[in-house]
């Protein structure tokens, strides 16, 4: 798969910029979470605001991102006036030994990673849907971390296990004992802070007990481990159906095409998202279309 936009030899050498990118991790080690939709909808709202959006896939598998953005850049190619993010894809290194691997990973990531938040204003960054060298090394850089969590007990299992009853948590999970231990490295590193927001994508219209009792567990969970929650996307084909156009709800509004209400509901829960994240005001660079 390749690169969207070519990276250019020798970025790495301004480093570091005045106003580096603000990062933007998403997060979740179960796959079916939303995150590339998420992601898609973050990037082309920040974009429509004016800024210079830098994506970086590292979902070597589904590679989701990365052929949303090239529909995304077939889609203008065809004549539609679309913002694009300058975007880049990395394959994890092949190396057989792990530490040469890692050594590897670490070198072309922060070569890619380097050139993006100097020539951006955000940089948002898919993760794969599992532990990886990779995805644990964004984590680590990420100054807001987005986690998408379907509303079931199923996935609320990736933030902790719960009892018996459902509403009673017995242990962290792996996934936010690996955060916890990115926050760590990232305040070591350069002290600085990772804001943790968890939105509960795919929410149900009905107002079932099963519902609640997932609201109550995450209430608690947040305040157990430091994460805020943050209103997702309800359930609704609209969002798939725009992915072979490389397209969001906020591009599909702005085009003037007919919208229905359930369209029109859509674009409220993307903005409802992005005030949640209470990401920064900042002067936007020149964009750069992919």
Same mark, same amino acid.
């Given at each position: 798969m390749s690169?969207?936009?070519?990276? /250019?030899?020798?970025?790495?050498?301004?480093?570091?910029?005045a106003?580096?990118?603000h990062?933007?991790v998403?997060?979740n080690?179960k796959?079916g979470?939303?995150?590339?939709? /998420?992601a898609m909808h973050?990037v082309?709202?920040l974009?429509r605001?004016?800024?210079?959006?830098?994506t970086?896939d590292l979902?070597?598998r589904q590679? /989701?991102?990365?052929?949303y953005?090239?529909?995304?850049?077939r889609t203008?190619?065809?004549?539609?006036n679309?913002?694009l993010s300058?975007h880049?894809?990395?394959q994890?290194?092949?190396?057989?030994?792990?530490?040469?691997?890692e050594?590897?990973?670490?070198?072309?990531?922060?070569v890619v990673?380097?050139?993006?938040l100097?020539?951006?204003?955000?940089?948002?960054?898919?993760?794969?849907?599992?532990n /990886?060298?990779l995805?644990r090394?964004?984590h680590s850089h990420?100054?807001?971390?987005?986690?998408p969590?379907n509303d079931s007990y199923i996935?609320?299992?990736?933030?902790a296990n719960?009892?018996?009853s459902?509403?009673d948590?017995?242990?962290?999970?792996?996934?936010s004992?690996?955060?916890?231990?990115?926050?760590?490295?990232?305040m070591m590193?350069?002290?600085g802070?990772?804001d943790?927001?968890?939105?509960r994508?795919r929410l149900s219209?009905?107002n079932?007990?099963?519902?609640q009792?997932i609201?109550?567990v995450?209430?608690?969970l947040?305040?157990?481990?430091?994460?805020?929650?943050a209103?997702?996307?309800s359930e609704r084909?609209i969002?798939r159906e725009?992915?072979p156009?490389?397209l969001t709800m906020?591009?599909?509004?702005e085009s003037?095409?007919s919208?229905?209400?359930s369209?029109?509901?859509?674009?409220q829960e993307?903005r409802?998202?992005i005030?949640?994240?209470n990401?920064?005001q900042?002067?936007?660079?020149?964009q750069?279309?992919a």
């Open positions: 690169i969207v936009q070519p990276l /250019t030899p020798g970025a790495a050498a301004s480093w570091p910029p106003q580096p990118a990062i933007i998403i997060g080690e796959g979470s939303g995150k590339s939709t /998420t973050i082309v709202s974009l605001d004016g800024y210079s959006v830098g970086l979902d070597a590679g /989701t991102l990365t052929r953005v090239n529909n995304r850049k203008v190619e065809a004549g539609e679309l913002p300058r880049a894809f990395l994890p290194s092949e190396a057989p030994v792990r530490a040469e691997a050594a590897e990973d670490r070198e072309r990531f922060e990673f380097c050139e993006l100097a020539a951006c204003d955000f940089l948002v960054v898919d993760t794969p849907g599992s /990886t060298y995805g090394l964004a990420a100054n807001t971390l987005v986690t969590l996935d609320l299992d990736m933030l719960v009892d018996s459902g509403r948590i017995v242990k962290l999970s792996v996934y004992e690996m955060v916890f231990e990115q926050r760590k490295a990232r590193r350069d002290r802070a990772i943790w927001v968890v939105m994508n219209n009905l079932a007990r099963n519902k009792d609201a109550d995450m209430t608690a947040a305040r157990r481990i430091g994460f805020r929650i209103p997702g996307f084909v969002y725009l992915f156009r490389g906020l591009d599909l509004l003037g095409e919208a229905s209400m369209h029109l509901a859509a674009r993307v409802n998202l005030e949640a994240l990401l920064p900042r002067k936007p660079k020149a750069s279309a």
